[in-house]
């Protein structure tokens, strides 16, 4: 399994940032995905989750700002992140399972993660 999540990077608050995760080695088709983040000395946090059938969830700090999506045909789930806080700032991971419950208590799958910093 591998899970490898791009498209970090400094951006200043309000600005925006699309996150790729491409995965190769699971059924992605059918496979829940998720994304995660952790801020230095936080625990790791649920961001959102996509279902195989496109159903999505969201963290509370993620709504109205940040769209999960995901495209079958390139293995790729993607994270629009929009209106961009400070309080963003973390390493932003993706997760995937076939099963929801396990995306959501972050037993499935890690790939490495990508840096998102958020200046003020």
């Known amino acids: 399994v591998q899970l490898q999540a791009s498209g970090g990077g400094l951006v200043q608050a309000g600005g925006s940032l699309k996150l790729s995760c491409a995965a190769s080695?699971?059924?992605?088709?059918?496979?829940?995905m998720g994304w995660y983040r952790q801020a230095p000395e936080k625990q790791r946090e649920l961001v959102a989750t996509?279902?195989?059938?496109?159903?999505?969830n969201y963290a509370d700090s993620a709504k109205g700002r940040f769209t999960i999506s995901r495209d079958n045909a390139k293995n790729t789930v993607y994270l629009q992140m929009n209106s961009l806080k400070p309080e963003d700032t973390a390493v932003y991971y993706c997760?995937?399972?076939?099963?929801?419950?396990?995306?959501?208590?972050?037993?499935?799958?890690w790939g490495q993660g990508t840096q998102v910093t958020v200046s003020s």
């Open positions: 996509i279902s195989s059938g496109g159903s999505t």
């Open positions: 080695g699971i059924p992605f088709s059918i496979n829940v």
């Open positions: 997760n995937s399972d076939r099963k929801y419950s396990r995306v959501v208590t972050g037993f499935g799958s």
